[in-house]
């Protein structure tokens, strides 16, 4: 199993910048493709980011709507992937979940097998 902690959500003003990080145990991450995505209050959980396994590629995919503006990165020596989100909206509120599943690619909140328990982004105007 991979347990997976998500760090670093708050308070933030439109324009400004946070750094999510979601630190794993249980697993070595490498391998792994790793999303994140986001759920506000009455909609559905919605894709953000992802970057898959190191054996599929490495590739990094985001969302059209966080396009330029935030970054999906892996530090394997710590065992962690990270959200850089600048330039952040209002419409960027919502809780963020870190989330793995092994190998490849997926914007499918469904086909993720392991979940953080989520970290709150609130950006006001």
């Known amino acids: 199993q991979v347990r997976l902690v998500e760090s670093g959500g708050g308070l933030v003003q439109a324009g400004g910048s946070l750094r999510l990080s979601c630190a794993a145990s249980?697993?070595?991450?490498?391998?792994?493709?790793m999303g994140w995505f986001r759920q506000a209050p009455g909609k559905e959980r919605e894709f953000v980011a992802a970057k898959s396994g190191s054996g599929s590629g490495g590739n990094t995919y985001y969302a059209d709507s966080v396009k330029g503006r935030f970054t999906i990165s892996r530090d394997n020596a710590e065992n962690t992937v990270y959200l850089q989100m600048n330039s952040l909206k209002p419409e960027d509120t919502a809780v963020y979940y870190c989330?793995?599943?092994?190998?490849?690619?997926?914007?499918?909140?469904?086909?993720?097998?392991?979940w953080g328990q989520g970290t709150q982004v609130t950006v006001s105007s």
């Open positions: 249980g697993r070595t991450l490498s391998g792994y493709n």
């Open positions: 989330a793995a599943r092994w190998r490849y690619y997926s914007d499918s909140a469904s086909s993720y097998d392991y």
